[in-house]
């Protein structure tokens, strides 16, 4: 289970929990029936009933899971497989529904906010019924909610580049990069400064207002 790195969003750092083939119930972010996984991950990669073989060095990770949310079978042979003619994602109304959500957990109302998940959000990953036993219970706790809705929108916004912004305005960032992150964890560098990016130097060059001293901590 991977976290962006401490200068990566998720769309840049490949976030092993969220493409993990494993479901939640053996360590995995997926439940069981979510029609968003196979919508946003690909894991074949058979093409035209050709499934391809690497050359030995290539690269190696060609045939690993990849992003799939943004694939368009229109510009196949058209257009290189870089470009997408889909729609940029600017605001979407199920990010809508997931932030006022979070705002009536906070305001005291969790069980409000859990019924608006399941009957909105869950419903629709389900194709329309939450299968038995993933509902989520309107008795749980602030904090429950919390982690849950958490990964909640790792499911249903995942590559669209929210999770760093998420982990950090939900003070988790330090915690879960530091345990989920092997290169963070293994380095054992990532401190809190991280959490903003140093200013360029370039702009620090060219903009008199912008003096060395105002560098961002820890750059």
Partial sequence: MLEPTAISADTISWCRRCTASSDKS???????????K???????????????TLSTGFGGDELDPHVKK???????????????????FYI??????????ECLNELGKTSDAVHLMN???????FGGTIPAGLSWD??????????????????????EGWRRSDLI???????????????????G????????????LTEILQNPDIPATDQNPGY
């Fill in 26 to 36: 053996a360590g995995g972010l997926w439940e069981a029936g979510d029609l968003r």
């Fill in 38 to 52: 196979a919508q946003s991950i690909r894991y074949d990669f058979t093409y035209k009933g050709i499934t391809p």
């Fill in 70 to 88: 943004y694939e368009d079978p229109r510009t196949d042979g058209v257009m290189s497989f870089w470009y997408s003619g889909k729609n940029i």
């Fill in 92 to 101: 979407r109304y199920a990010d809508v529904l997931l932030m006022y959500a």
């Fill in 119 to 125: 009957s909105t959000i869950r419903a629709r990953a």
């Fill in 138 to 159: 309107p008795g749980m706790s602030p904090d429950v909610f919390r982690t849950n809705i958490l990964d909640e929108r790792m499911r249903e916004l995942c590559f």
């Fill in 169 to 187: 305005r939900t003070t988790s960032f330090l915690n879960l990069v530091k345990a989920r992150n092997k290169w963070t964890k293994q380095s």
């Fill in 189 to 200: 560098t990532i401190q809190a400064f991280n959490q903003l990016y140093p200013i360029p």
